[in-house]
């Protein structure tokens, strides 16, 4: 869609004005023009309007300034919501009215539809109760044996808001969000939680691409993960290959998948709550495709094409509130990178389908990420020429800008 900018220097040219022609026209200075132009700064409403007229544009200009001016507002409202909820975090790192019942039935209602939610709406509602749940610890206005249950409804509140924030791109701001997550678990000696913050830590750090210290987060989150409770020391077995398959460690990545396996089967009890933080078959084998991704194909590869269409189909035909969106998306992803890693340049363009007729507001970080790497695959020399993987990369390009 074109910016007013570019409408604007487009309908000043063909007009045939200069910008010293058109600031006399709508009585502003040359310099402000050229600012509003290249998008250096937001046009007064004043200007479109009488640039519209100046140039003839029949409304173009104004409709185009008023949906800019629109998405300025709405994403200062998202930075609001942003600098409170960190606050909040910040404080719940150093240190109501809703029934304790109710609050934790908010919680676990959050933690399922994140998983189908994009991630903005999710930071909103997350930081709501949170506030709910930290102002009932602050002013002690609780019984005495609620106070480990707030801290844990805290703690997964901030859980939430730190996968909110790593999926809108901010790994910085999702890091404060799990360190007060940790800390509320610690309070709330809650090892189960405490064990999910660790794997959150980890999938942090690898998004930063600081794979050795995502491996100390995971190391150090063993300790919390109990026999046979939960899928704890699953999730955590599979953070640790993706780590080791991305440090270049064939034989451990798979290892710690198989490791991964075989702690699922000795699970005797469940987690105590799904969505985000729940970790179900069809996201274990996820994760064994967007580790093995990152080896030198063969072998690897073939695993990795498993994995993610296991996952895919395991979405699919499992239960709504297990079925994460954005990971399906990125399964396809991943499924795709595995077929180009095979040379099935034809399979890669198919898996990609889904992915490639997604709007904007699902488009989360991590899509852009593993899409940029697959179109850099497809564009290597051996591809040249090849007309499916010209036009798969001129799509993920389209779709990045």
């Given at each position: 869609?074109?910016?007013?900018?570019?409408?604007?220097?487009?309908?000043?040219?063909?007009?045939?004005?200069?910008?010293?022609?058109?600031?006399?026209?709508?009585?502003?200075?040359?310099?402000?023009?050229?600012?509003?132009?290249?998008?250096?700064?937001p046009?007064?409403?004043?200007?479109?309007?009488?640039?519209?007229?100046v140039?003839?544009?029949?409304?173009?200009?104004?409709?185009?300034?008023?949906?800019?001016d629109?998405?300025?507002?709405?994403?200062?409202a998202?930075h609001?919501?942003?600098?409170?909820?960190?606050a909040?975090?910040?404080?719940?790192?150093?240190?109501?009215?809703?029934?304790?019942?109710?609050l934790?039935?908010?919680?676990?209602?959050?933690?399922?539809?994140?998983?189908?939610?994009?991630?903005?709406?999710?930071?909103?509602?997350?930081?709501?109760?949170?506030?709910?749940a930290?102002?009932?610890?602050?002013?002690?206005?609780?019984r005495?044996?609620?106070?480990?249950?707030?801290?844990v409804?805290?703690?997964?509140?901030?859980?939430?808001?730190?996968?909110?924030?790593?999926?809108?791109?901010?790994?910085?701001?999702?890091?404060?969000?799990?360190?007060?997550a940790?800390?509320?678990?610690?309070?709330?000696?809650?090892?189960?939680?405490?064990?999910?913050?660790?794997g959150?830590?980890?999938?942090?750090?690898?998004?930063?691409?600081?794979?050795?210290?995502?491996?100390?987060?995971?190391?150090?989150?063993?300790?919390?993960?109990?026999?046979?409770?939960?899928?704890g020391?699953?999730?955590?077995?599979?953070?640790?290959a993706?780590c080791?398959?991305?440090?270049?460690?064939?034989?451990?990545?798979?290892?710690?998948?198989?490791?991964?396996?075989?702690?699922r089967?000795?699970?005797?009890?469940?987690?105590?709550?799904?969505?985000?933080?729940?970790?179900?078959?069809?996201?274990?084998?996820?994760?064994?495709?967007?580790s093995?991704?990152?080896?030198?194909?063969?072998?690897?590869?073939?695993?990795?094409?498993?994995?993610?269409?296991e996952?895919?189909?395991?979405?699919?035909?499992?239960?709504v509130?297990?079925?994460?969106?954005?990971?399906?998306?990125?399964?396809?992803?991943?499924?795709?990178?595995?077929?180009v890693?095979?040379?099935?340049?034809?399979?890669?363009a198919?898996?990609?389908?889904?992915?490639?007729?997604?709007?904007?507001?699902d488009?989360?970080s991590?899509?852009?990420?593993?899409?940029?790497?697959?179109a850099?695959?497809?564009?290597a020399?051996?591809?040249?020429?090849?007309?499916?993987?010209e036009?798969?990369?001129?799509?993920?390009?389209?779709?990045?800008?």
């Amino acid at each position: 869609m074109t910016t007013f900018p570019e409408l604007l220097r487009t309908l000043r040219m063909q007009a045939g004005l200069s910008l010293a022609g058109l600031a006399q026209h709508v009585h502003y200075d040359r310099t402000s023009l050229h600012h509003y132009e290249t998008g250096r700064r937001p046009a007064p409403l004043e200007v479109a309007e009488a640039a519209d007229e100046v140039l003839r544009a029949d409304g173009k200009l104004v409709e185009a300034w008023q949906r800019e001016d629109l998405e300025r507002r709405e994403a200062a409202a998202t930075h609001r919501v942003r600098a409170a909820a960190l606050a909040m975090s910040r404080d719940l790192t150093a240190l109501a009215d809703l029934d304790i019942s109710e609050l934790q039935d908010g919680v676990s209602a959050t933690a399922v539809d994140y998983l189908g939610t994009a991630p903005g709406p999710m930071m909103d509602r997350a930081h709501t109760l949170r506030g709910e749940a930290f102002e009932r610890i602050r002013s002690g206005h609780h019984r005495p044996h609620d106070r480990s249950d707030l801290y844990v409804a805290a703690g997964r509140l901030s859980g939430v808001l730190s996968y909110a924030l790593l999926d809108m791109g901010d790994p910085d701001e999702a890091l404060e969000h799990a360190t007060a997550a940790g800390r509320c678990a610690e309070y709330a000696g809650d090892a189960e939680l405490a064990a999910w913050v660790a794997g959150t830590k980890s999938l942090i750090a690898r998004f930063q691409g600081d794979y050795g210290r995502a491996l100390e987060y995971i190391r150090d989150g063993y300790q919390w993960v109990g026999h046979g409770h939960g899928t704890g020391e699953a999730r955590l077995r599979c953070g640790e290959a993706q780590c080791l398959a991305n440090l270049g460690d064939s034989r451990a990545a798979n290892a710690a998948l198989d490791a991964a396996d075989e702690a699922r089967d000795r699970i005797r009890r469940p987690d105590s709550l799904a969505g985000l933080f729940g970790f179900p078959r069809a996201k274990q084998s996820y994760y064994a495709g967007s580790s093995l991704i990152w080896l030198e194909g063969g072998h690897d590869a073939e695993r990795a094409e498993r994995e993610a269409l296991e996952a895919i189909d395991l979405w699919a035909s499992g239960p709504v509130e297990e079925r994460s969106l954005d990971d399906e998306r990125l399964a396809h992803i991943y499924l795709a990178t595995a077929r180009v890693q095979l040379d099935d340049v034809e399979g890669a363009a198919d898996a990609l389908t889904p992915v490639l007729s997604l709007p904007l507001e699902d488009q989360i970080s991590w899509i852009a990420k593993r899409m940029d790497r697959v179109a850099g695959m497809l564009s290597a020399p051996r591809y040249a020429g090849n007309r499916t993987a010209e036009e798969t990369v001129e799509a993920i390009n389209a779709l990045a800008a």
